[in-house]
């Protein structure tokens, strides 16, 4: 099983490369989130409902 974490930290620097001038600062903290995913740093998923605040 692949970790999300795995897929961008591989990925990043290419998409970086050929998109980064027209990436938002938004979907540059979202990859920088994504690397953190699972991993040492955050090893559980924390899940929400924003609709009834039930978590």
Do not use: N, W
């Not at 692949?2 to 970086?16: C, E, K």
């Amino acid at each position: 099983m692949m970790r999300l974490a795995d897929i961008v930290s591989q990925y990043t620097p290419a998409l970086l490369e050929q998109y980064g001038h027209e990436l938002l600062s938004s979907q540059r903290k979202a990859l920088s989130v994504f690397q953190l995913c699972r991993s040492a740093s955050a090893p559980k998923m924390l899940l929400s409902c924003d609709g009834c605040e039930q978590g």
